[in-house]
């Protein structure tokens, strides 16, 4: 079976509808599935998803081969054929580039993109602007304690001119600095790390900051979803050197992760479990979900 047209059926029966006005955050990232790496090979087969900052559900996905592809055009083809520019997009800083930021900006869908060092002229230029200019927008969060110790994050948005930045970025709309300082403590030793991420849009009020910086956080809705890939359905577990296989069996765990986000399931595992003791339970289940 084809995998990728497999997964395209899923989201056709599945999907959720985006509204061009009501516009929602999604996050945009990329897994490897390691079962899939040969031999002599240090890439596989990577499954590509689009997941819901509000439900956590996937709502498109794609595939490519990591020995062949990369993630760059995968992530771009998916913004472009799913519908997607016109929302708004979380994306690691592998993908501050032009081409992928210029499909977002044209639809008027906004993104928040993070900045490395390897961008050293943007970089620098917005360090600089962190150092030495005034935030238009702050926020401090609470305190929060877990693990053994203490974390808070302190957010600050400024605007970046025009004339600050080259000209390949005025043309993605790039006009927004979000600086994200997080910090640490645990036995006493104070440990901060600061993150920078870049925006086409321009906050005006306080709220409008708040929404930018939540994204960031938001963004962590990825992971979380690849951690029950990995964690609850044993993903990387799959042994095979047949590409279909992979995708296909990736394609179903999302859909396992979608049905059971519909539920609001706090613990996968655990849920898994009920359904495999209960097994009338689980077809009362299923055949809710197809009447739906």
């Known amino acids: 079976m084809n995998g990728l047209y497999f997964a395209q059926l899923l989201f056709d029966w599945f999907g959720i509808v985006l509204d061009d006005e009501q516009k929602q955050w999604f996050s945009l990232d990329g897994k490897e599935l390691r079962g899939s790496i040969q031999n002599s090979h240090t890439r596989g087969e990577v499954v590509v998803s689009a997941v819901s900052h509000q439900h956590g559900q996937v709502v498109a996905q794609t595939y490519y081969c990591g020995t062949k592809e990369s993630e760059r055009p995968s992530v771009a083809t998916l913004i472009e054929t799913q519908h997607l520019a ?31 060092p390897n961008q050293a002229h943007l970089y620098r230029t917005c360090t600089l602007t962190d150092l030495f200019s005034v935030a238009d927008y702050e926020r401090i969060d609470t305190q929060t304690k877990q693990h053994g110790r203490i974390e808070q994050r302190r957010y600050r948005s400024f605007e970046l001119k025009e004339s600050s930045v080259a000209t390949r970025w005025q043309q993605v709309g790039l006009c927004t600095l979000l600086c994200v300082v997080r ?68 394609s179903l765990r ?29 077809i009362q289940f299923l055949t809710q979900q197809m009447v739906l």
Do not use: C
């Open 254 to 282: 999302t859909l396992v992760i979608n049905l059971l986000q519909g539920m609001n399931v706090k613990n996968i595992t655990a849920q898994l479990d009920t359904f495999a003791d209960k097994f009338t339970t689980l």
């Open 86 to 116: 016109h929302q708004k997009l979380t994306l690691d800083a592998l993908h501050l580039i032009p081409t992928t930021l210029s499909l977002i900006h044209a639809a008027k869908g906004h993104y928040v993109v993070g900045l490395k």
């Open 183 to 250: 910090s640490r403590e645990k036995l006493g030793i104070v440990n901060e790390e600061i993150s920078y991420y870049v925006s086409n849009h321009r906050p005006g009020n306080q709220a409008q900051a708040d929404e930018l910086f939540d994204s960031i956080r938001g963004h962590w809705v990825v992971e979380v979803m690849h951690h029950k890939r990995d964690v609850s359905l044993s993903e990387d577990d799959l042994r095979t050197s047949k590409a279909g296989v992979s995708r296909l069996l990736g």
